[in-house]
C-alpha cells in the first residue's frame, strides 16, 4: 500500500477487511482478517470510516459498497 507511506497521507489510517494482504504494514496500516458479513465489528469500521474504497477488478456487484453507501459513507 505504496499511498499510506506517503508523507502528507501517513496522518490517514487505511482499514483492510481481507485475508490476502500483500503489502506492506505501517503505523496507519491495520489488517482486519476475521470479520464476518454483518458482525459488530464490521458495522463498527463503516460508522468510523470516513469514506470507503473497493480497489477491486474481479468483483463486478460488490455487496460491500452497498453496506457502505446504507451507512452513509461516500463510495
Do not use: W
Not at 505504496?2 to 494482504?21: G, M, P
Not at 468510523?48 to 461516500?74: K, S, W
Amino acid at each position: 500500500m505504496r499511498i499510506a507511506q506517503k508523507r502528507e497521507l501517513q496522518s490517514c489510517e487505511y482499514h483492510f477487511v481481507t485475508s490476502n494482504f500483500r503489502g506492506p504494514r505501517g503505523e496507519n496500516v491495520f489488517v482486519h482478517p476475521n470479520l464476518e458479513p454483518n458482525s459488530d465489528a464490521l458495522i463498527d469500521l463503516y460508522r468510523q470510516a470516513d469514506i470507503f474504497v473497493l480497489p477491486t477488478r474481479a468483483d463486478l456487484h460488490p455487496v460491500a459498497i452497498l453496506e457502505a453507501m446504507a451507512m452513509g459513507l461516500p463510495v
